[in-house]
């Protein structure tokens, strides 16, 4: 069954066929979602936030795009709002919870500094992608999380894809500097 035949039968009172809609696009909306978030827990929530959106919204689809488009647009709506409710925790207690991680990991492989570093590294990064421009960062993480075509962000972000290829140049240029001094 095609998502447009799923959502005529959702229009038509049977509610149950939404959960088609869901079983086959919750991996995408909540891999989107972890790319904004980078926690599981929030990627989670969100992706339950954006299938109650679709739900409640689907009188206003409209069809002029896929249906996936439409939902992408929603997942990345949903994500940037929660970034912006979302208060940033202090680096310093996000470090001192990374020692004290390292520190409890008694059988991990690796030694404690290694580990800290590689966490570090890790926070550095989603640090500079989070610093991105709103469309810069969503070009971004439709692009290398999503795997998506230049073709597809930009109906997604609805600008062309002459303006998705620049977002993307900025954001790798921005990233490079950002992350120049962990490279060396």
């Known amino acids: 069954m095609t998502d447009p035949e799923i959502i005529d039968n959702i229009r038509s009172g049977n509610t149950q066929a939404f959960q088609l809609l869901v079983e086959r696009h919750q991996e995408m909306v909540f891999r989107t979602a972890l790319g904004f978030v980078h926690v599981k827990e929030e990627a989670e929530d969100i992706a339950q936030e ?3 959106s679709v739900f409640r919204s689907m009188s206003q689809f409209t069809g002029q795009s896929e249906f996936s488009t439409w939902l992408y ?10 970034l912006r409710k979302k208060k940033r925790q202090e680096w310093l207690q ?16 690796k030694n404690p500094e290694q580990t800290m570093l590689e966490e570090e590294r890790d926070r550095a990064v989603r640090r500079a992608i989070d610093s991105l421009s709103k469309k810069q960062r969503t070009a971004l993480i439709l692009q290398k999380y999503d795997e998506l075509s230049q073709r597809e962000i930009a109906e997604i972000m609805q600008i062309s894809e002459g303006a998705v290829e620049q977002h993307l140049q900025r954001a790798r240029q921005n990233l490079q500097k950002k992350l120049a001094p962990l490279v060396g």
């Open 50 to 52: 954006v299938f109650i």
């Open 73 to 82: 647009r929603i997942v990345v709506n949903t994500s940037l709002n929660q």
């Open 94 to 109: 996000s470090a001192g919870d990374a020692l004290t991680q390292v520190f409890e990991r008694a059988t991990d492989d």
